[in-house]
């Protein structure tokens, strides 16, 4: 089964997880924005019984890229990013503008709401030293 927006979240003790995850579940890797970092999830049986052993991929965005490149510029925002030790190469500063944090939903927020409603849980966040933007 494929479930659009989703990522395999299986709880544990399933057999289609790897043998050294399967104790406690699936691992989750859910993207951020390159300015607020991303987190390592695992799946939870509750993503197995309400959500077809699913949970979020990523943060999402709230606006669109065209939106962002009209509100920030990419040179301005790599030179922030540097400025807080955030590393950044970009093919084009047009396309990092189109990725800047603002566009996307706070990554804890959203992290918060999934490990609420049980479908998966925190195991760490990760915070941005470098990206690569293509």
């Known amino acids: ?3 659009k927006g989703a990522t395999r979240a299986f709880g544990p003790g399933s057999p289609g997880i790897p043998g050294k995850y399967r104790d ?3 691992p989750v890797i859910v993207g951020g924005s ?3 970092g991303s987190y390592l999830l695992v799946g939870t049986q509750k993503a197995m019984d309400e959500t077809f052993g699913s949970t979020l991929h990523g943060a999402g965005r709230t606006m669109s890229r ?16 540097r400025s807080r030790g955030i ?4 093919a084009s500063f047009s396309g990092l503008a189109e990725e800047a944090g603002f566009a996307y939903k ?4 959203v992290i918060d709401a999934v490990d609420k409603i049980g479908i998966s849980k925190p195991v760490v966040k990760l915070l941005p030293i470098a ?4």
Request: aromatic share 0%.
């Open 1 to 3: 089964m494929h479930r």
């Open 131 to 134: 990206n690569i933007k293509g």
């Open 106 to 109: 706070n990554i804890d927020d």
């Open 66 to 81: 065209m939106k962002a490149k009209k509100r920030v510029r990419g040179k301005d925002l790599a030179d922030d990013m």
């Open 34 to 36: 390159m300015e607020s």
């Open 87 to 90: 590393l950044v190469r970009a």
């Open 24 to 26: 406690v579940g699936q």
